[in-house]
């Protein structure tokens, strides 16, 4: 079944504790997306890449790092969460970035509670 | 860069009553608008999009209108079932595909039976 995995699910963590959440896709997609949903905020990019080893801010990257070293992985990594990155996040992946690709498979979403 | 606004943030229609959904944007250049559902639980998935050289869509009971001289484009669900009740996002893009999509706040329709 064609999917964008991400992991956990669910996770409680402390302020300064690093994480990372992981997401996986098996549809050979060049591109891949990190948001984050917040109520009344809609969803707001974080990261996205156009390919591996091509990674470029969206709208609210601080806090955030991503890395593409491999065309199905697409990790979000926090180095020092905060209160404020308690969220629900979403991994995207889609054919590429070009003209015509238009449709964006999402993970299933991981939430997210830094205390 | 592109600003999208999205109304209402919350509707309720009675099962069978239509559903309209009303987005509006700020960059004339933006030439894709995409709409998504997510169910409770779930990624968002697209429904249906349009692109600016085509004012009006359909599929089955959805349909998108644009009017891309208001800068405005809408969701319309006609005789709604409780399997609509949903979140509904609209989004814009100015590259035509689903690279940096701005996504709209959200509606959460809730169809009663």
């Known amino acids: 079944e064609a999917q964008v995995t991400q992991n956990p699910r669910y996770l409680i963590t402390v302020t300064g504790k690093k994480l990372t959440v992981t997401c996986s896709q098996n549809m050979n997609h060049e591109y891949m997306s990190w948001y984050r949903q917040d109520p009344g905020l809609g969803l707001r990019q974080i990261y996205y890449s156009m390919n591996v080893e091509v990674t470029d801010k969206g709208d609210v990257p601080e806090g955030y790092k991503v890395s593409r070293k491999e065309k199905r992985n697409f990790p979000l990594i926090l180095e020092s969460p905060s209160p404020n990155q308690t969220s629900l996040y979403f991994c995207?992946?889609?054919?590429?970035?070009?003209?015509?690709?238009?449709?964006?498979?999402f993970g299933a979403g991981s939430r997210l509670t830094v205390l | 860069g592109e600003n999208v606004e999205q109304h209402p943030s919350t509707l309720s229609v009675q099962e069978g009553d239509s559903a309209v959904i009303k987005c509006t944007y700020s960059?004339?250049?933006?030439?894709?608008f995409p709409w998504y559902k997510q169910e409770l639980g779930k990624g968002p998935q697209l429904i249906i999009d349009i692109r600016s050289n085509v004012g009006e869509k359909k599929d089955q009971r959805i349909a998108v209108t644009l009017n891309k001289t208001a800068k405005h484009f809408s969701l319309h669900i006609t005789e709604t079932q409780p399997e609509d009740s949903a979140v509904y996002f609209c989004a814009a893009s100015l590259s035509g595909s689903a690279r940096q999509l701005t996504f709209g706040s959200g509606t959460q329709l809730t169809v009663l039976p």
């Open positions: 995207a992946s889609s054919m590429n970035h070009r003209v015509g690709a238009n449709v964006l498979t």
């Open positions: 960059d004339s250049a933006s030439n894709y």
